[in-house]
């Protein structure tokens, strides 16, 4: 239970309540534990959209806050990040001193190449120490970065260069797939050559790892940049200041650009550190995930360091970096405290080493929570995790929109009895409900809509980067007053709260966020299909897998083979491998309602081997057993055993 500065000692339930019942005031409260360059008089107030805004008038830097803040207080020389390669084989340590110092010579570096406050840069590395530099050189002078997930293919790159519209892009020569060197450079210059936006610079950084690096008139060498600069101080922002833009997937084929601000984000990610995760100050925090999602934005760089954390940047895989040991020698070697991934990682590890043999081989007496998040936690990863490691294993719940958890068991507050299949507990700040489609709260155990009564706490999205209709349409329209997650859940009787899936065109692959609307557009645009539907349907290891069902134009002479392969390469060219897509099932007719709407519940369910009923609005029944058979023949979901 949690000493609250103002009062005693608080349970869960009183802090929560005080949080729901009295918002500004505990917020200005959590908000004294930053440093503000000008302290907010104003908590709380509302956008043109009647959405809140947190500590308007105040003033701050979140790169100050990260590492300027610590040197200041004499924390200088503790290690602020570890980066962890065993791609590359390269374990390297940097103090805060040393990371400022890197990362005010680039913000210096940056200033010289006519960057300014408000300008957009975009980043797009792998998981290397010098994409947090770049994160927080972007930060200390007022550029807004918006990361690029270095898995996502040209396409999606100039997708958002287009959208966000980068003076600057700032890249390495190299990522690394487990053996495979993958070469940026021109997947980037590719990337600017398909978008419409030119983008003045490009920064690299070369690896040194025998990758092509193609040079254009824009390259400008990283560490020539940094080496050749000053270093140069923070510039105080507006709370409001957008610190960055993260795109996520969406409901039709462009991506959300979501767009976070800097005081409330600043605010709930330390609160978060200490509240939820119960990391101290010094302690080694691990969140295996990649810079290029919320959980590498929030979790790997700004949280931990936010809080003088350890964080550790990790360039590898749960398996084959050597082997399914990699996440238990790294929690020994750092002596990792508080670690964060997703389940489909643990489900990889149980799949290779199902009796934990690995795990006896390493001391990991330092670690006391693990956390699991990216997709719900299925009960047997929960359980083979607790089987063999004796430390809670907390499942949360949040989203790329939310930037830091929603629902969980607030270890740094206090333990709740786990509950397997929960993601635990509303958290403080977020008053969550159950909706049906009228709006009216579902009694306890009824699935519905997870909903959120305005205002949300400090630290959610802001807004959506050029696209305010599609911000107000998508999550503030449905129910007006409540933010709409696009989830479905219930409620048990004491307040748990279980996340059953997304309710829109969003899947989860290895917990990926991504879009079948997108795959849909990507497929349908090959010439030999005439119409097509991409689904989630589920998968052992990565907990969903997309399958596109398409049916062939009449009159092309394409063998079914060559038209799956080729559907199975334009969507790996076009978003990238990560989205998976694997299995292409060629079928006759797609199931319609009368109006022409595709029934993809009912195509997941054929796929996926539940139980359904034929919905009355079905134009041709017919249709079901034609899709049966060939999902059958093709070998895909529950067919495949
Ligand atoms: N750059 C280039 N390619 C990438 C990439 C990157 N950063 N990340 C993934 N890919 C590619 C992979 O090489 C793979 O390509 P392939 O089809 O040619 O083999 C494809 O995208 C799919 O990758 P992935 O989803 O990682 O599947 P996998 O089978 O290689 O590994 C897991 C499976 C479960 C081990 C892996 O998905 C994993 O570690 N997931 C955890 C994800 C996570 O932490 N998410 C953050 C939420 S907290
Ligand atoms: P992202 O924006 O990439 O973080 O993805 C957010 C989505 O992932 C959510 O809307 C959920 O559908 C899903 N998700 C994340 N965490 C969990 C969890 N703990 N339980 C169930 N679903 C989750």
């Known amino acids: 239970m949690k000493q609250n500065k103002l009062t005693e000692i608080m349970t869960y339930q009183e802090l929560y309540e005080q949080s729901i019942q009295s918002p500004e005031k505990f917020w200005s409260e959590q908000a004294n534990a930053i440093k503000w360059f000008k302290k907010p008089t104003t908590i709380l107030s509302k956008d043109q959209n009647e959405y809140p805004l947190w500590f308007a008038d105040g003033e701050l830097n979140a790169c100050y806050l990260a590492l300027d803040k610590h040197i ?17 084989q390269t374990v390297k340590k940097y103090t805060y001193n040393e990371v400022k110092a890197e990362v005010a010579k680039l913000a210096g570096g940056m200033l010289s190449l006519g960057l300014k406050k408000g300008n957009t840069a975009v980043i797009y590395m792998p998981m290397i120490p010098q994409a947090a530099f770049a994160m927080l050189a972007c930060a200390r002078i007022g550029v807004i970065h918006s990361v690029v997930f270095g898995g996502f293919a040209p396409h999606e790159l100039a997708i958002r260069i287009d959208d966000c519209k980068p003076k600057i892009i700032i890249t390495a020569s190299s990522g690394i797939e487990i053996d495979r060197l993958i070469a940026y450079k021109p997947l980037v210059d590719e990337a600017i050559a398909l978008a419409s936006h030119k983008p003045k610079k490009v920064i690299i950084l070369n690896r040194k790892l025998g990758a092509r690096i193609p040079f254009k008139k824009y390259d400008v060498d990283y560490d020539a940049l940094v080496y050749g600069s000053e270093e140069v101080p923070c510039v105080p922002v507006e709370a409001t200041h957008p610190l960055y833009i993260l795109y996520t997937s969406g409901t039709t084929g462009k991506p959300k650009g979501i767009v976070r601000d800097t005081g409330g984000y600043a605010t709930s990610i330390k609160y978060s550190m ?57 929690i020994e070697e750092h002596k990792v405290n508080v670690m964060f991934t997703a389940p489909t990682a643990i489900r990889a590890i149980k799949k290779e080493d199902p009796n934990g043999d690995f795990i006896k081989k390493y001391d990991l007496s330092s670690l006391k929570t693990q956390f699991l998040a990216g997709e719900r936690c299925d009960v047997a990863t929960l359980e083979w995790y607790q089987a063999h490691i004796p430390v809670p294993a907390i499942d949360h719940w949040w989203q790329t929109e939310s930037g830091w958890p929603m629902i969980a068991n607030m270890m740094g ?61 998508g999550y503030l329209e449905k129910f007006p007053g409540y933010y709409f997650s696009g989830d479905g859940g219930f409620k048990d009787k004491d307040g748990y709260i279980f996340i059953t899936g997304r309710v829109d065109d969003v899947i989860n692959v290895a917990g990926h966020r991504l ?70 099932v060629i079928v ?18 054929i796929a996926d081997g539940t139980d359904f009923q034929i919905p009355s609005t079905i134009d041709d029944e017919a249709i079901i057993d034609e899709v049966r058979t060939e999902c059958k023949n093709a070998k895909i979901g529950s067919f495949r055993q």
């Open 588 to 605: 006759p007719r797609l199931p319609k309602t009368r109006s022409g709407k595709i029934l993809r519940k009912l195509l997941r369910s």
């Open 413 to 473: 507050v206090e333990f709740l009895h786990i509950k397997p299949g929960s993601a635990g507990k509303a958290v403080t700040g977020y008053n969550i409900q159950i909706f049906n489609e009228e709006g009216e709260e579902l009694s306890a155990n009824e699935e519905g809509y997870v909903v959120i009564k305005l205002p949300l706490p400090p630290g959610t999205m802001m807004d959506l980067w050029n696209e305010n209709a599609r911000f107000k349409e």
């Open 72 to 88: 200041e207080d004499g924390f200088g020389d503790n290690v602020a990040i570890i980066y962890d390669s065993p791609v590359t």
């Open 274 to 330: 200490e509240h939820i995760y119960g990391a101290k100050p010094d302690e080694v925090f691990w969140a295996a995930s990649d810079v290029g999602w919320v959980v590498g934005h929030s979790y790997i760089v700004y949280g931990p360091l936010l809080n003088r954390n350890t964080t550790i940047i990790f360039e590898g895989k749960p398996i084959r970096t050597p082997d399914a040991s990699t996440f238990w020698r790294v």
């Open 515 to 584: 879009s079948t609307a997108e795959m849909e557009e990507i497929v349908s645009s090959h010439h030999s299909v005439a119409e097509c539907a991409v689904i989630g349907i589920n998968d052992e290891l990565k907990g969903q897998v997309p399958l596109a069902l398409v049916v062939n134009k009449s009159g092309e002479s394409i063998e079914h083979f060559q038209l799956q392969h080729e559907v199975v390469q334009l969507v790996r060219e076009q978003i990238g491998a990560v989205a998976s897509l694997r299995d292409v």
